[in-house]
């Protein structure tokens, strides 16, 4: 089992960037695949990113397709979403998710497929 903690969320212009982080518990963050997803008020929780387990692979959705990037350092149990050029529509709360695989190359954007959640971190961006 894993555990994920989120850190990263605040507030921030339009235009400007944030860097979120999920960290990891456990021995084996580097089995898992891991996404971002999000959830605005009022509606429900959408995928954002996600990447395989060495990093090698990433999928967005296409609202962030230029403006976000997801990135991991398996040394450091870490997932990052680096948010730049941020939206006031980017606002929503933040979420981490993981699931291993023995798949290197399997990721997802479907919420299902995770099995590991964190509790989430705000980010609002002020027009």
């Known amino acids: 089992q894993v555990q994920l903690v989120e850190s990263g969320g605040g507030l921030v212009q339009a235009g400007g960037s944030l860097r979120l982080s999920c960290a990891a518990s456990?021995?084996?963050?580097?089995?898992?695949?891991m996404g971002w997803f999000r959830q605005a008020p009022g509606k429900e929780r959408e995928f954002v990113a996600a990447?395989?387990?060495?990093?090698?692979?990433?999928d967005y959705v296409s609202s962030v397709k230029g403006r976000f990037t997801i990135s991991r350092d398996n040394a450091k149990n870490t997932v990052y979403l680096q948010m730049n050029s941020l939206k006031p529509e980017d606002t929503a709360v933040y979420y981490c998710?993981?699931?291993?695989?023995?798949?290197?190359?399997?990721?997802?954007?479907?919420?299902?497929?995770?099995?590991?959640w964190g509790q989430g971190t705000q980010v609002t961006v002020s027009s």
């Open positions: 990447i395989t387990r060495s990093g090698g692979s990433t």
């Open positions: 456990g021995r084996t963050f580097s089995s898992y695949a």
């Open positions: 998710a993981g699931r291993m695989h023995t798949v290197a190359w399997w990721l997802s954007s479907r919420q299902t497929e995770y099995k590991y």
